[in-house]
């Protein structure tokens, strides 16, 4: 049986983001995948989906 084509991927950066220096997220089927914006063309980061709303959370204590 043929394999599904997969759904593009939608990237997004923070709303907080207010500088060069940043990167950009993507929910595949499974996980999170990170890539710098300045280099997207250098691949990316899987992450697991627990790890990273770990990280989520802690950045939106720093923030506050």
Do not use: H
């Amino acid at each position: 049986m043929p394999k599904a084509a997969e759904e593009p991927l939608i990237w997004k950066t923070s709303t907080y983001t207010n500088s060069g220096s940043c990167v950009e997220w993507a929910r595949p089927a499974t996980g999170v995948l990170v890539r710098d914006t300045k280099a997207r063309e250098c691949g990316t980061v899987p992450v697991s989906a627990p790890a990273w709303q770990g990280f989520v959370d802690w950045a939106k204590q720093q923030a506050t």
